[in-house]
């Protein structure tokens, strides 16, 4: 069951399950874990999901980021249909825009936790963000929490969803392929047709790319 991460460093979803026993050992169980995906896209929307896991074990779990689009999938299936809760939360890019995207990745942490917050005793997030009094906040813990990793897959496999779907509508920009990140591909489809609604407007990567914000008033519907 052992796995390689994204850093190289190796680790095992047992491994993460022990993480998860001595954490809640400390505190009050059960854990909702939770984590974003999305944040550093040039388009489309930042997706955070909470989860709190079931009693069986899901062999494999692993931070989103180390695992193939296939494993991704698969290990999606089995956290939605054995966790004990699953919230997720979307904000747009027009909502990124508008209040910046640190307060949309709190903001949506927020949500998620406070959706899980009847099914849960205690809660961790990814990342460094200060998220109040109830919620504690710890860098990298998709690679050391079950429950944060399980977040991680579920944010990860539905805004990649959202992001092929959106590519019907804007076949241009090469979504499915790209998710809306700030690929060679997407910079130069910026470069040759400017943005259109699902972009970031007020992403450097987005006004750079298209010569300035002469674009962000004529935003392509």
């Known amino acids: 069951m052992g796995r390689v991460s994204s850093r190289g460093r190796h680790f095992s ?29 040039l388009a489309g929307p930042l ?10 074990e899901i062999l494999g779990l692993n931070d989103s980021k180390a695992l193939g689009e296939r494993r991704r999938e698969e290990l999606y299936g089995k956290v939605i249909g054995r966790a004990g809760a699953v919230c ?21 942490l927020l949500r998620v936790l406070e959706g899980l917050r009847p099914y849960s005793g205690c809660s961790l997030a990814d ?3 200060r998220l109040g009094p109830d919620v504690e906040s710890l860098p990298r813990a998709d690679q050391k929490s079950a429950t944060v990793a399980a977040a991680s897959v579920v944010a990860k496999v539905l805004r990649d969803g959202v992001m092929h779907t959106i590519a019907n509508a804007h076949p ?36 750079n790319s298209t010569g300035g914000a002469q674009w962000v008033s004529g935003a392509r519907l």
């Open 13 to 41: 979803s047992d491994a993460l399950y022990a993480f998860d026993a001595a954490w809640v050992a400390e505190r009050q169980g059960p854990l909702s874990g939770a984590d974003e995906a999305g944040r550093g896209a």
């Open 172 to 207: 241009e920009y090469g979504f499915e392929r790209n998710r809306g990140y700030g690929t060679p591909e997407h910079r130069v489809s910026l470069r040759e047709a400017g943005p259109c609604r699902i972009h970031r407007l007020s992403y450097a990567g987005v006004l």
């Open 47 to 56: 997706v955070a999901a909470a989860v709190v896991l079931g009693e069986d």
């Open 127 to 129: 990342g460094n963000l």
């Open 88 to 108: 997720v939360v979307s904000m747009s890019a027009w909502w990124i825009d508008r209040y910046g995207v640190g307060a949309a990745n709190k903001e949506a």
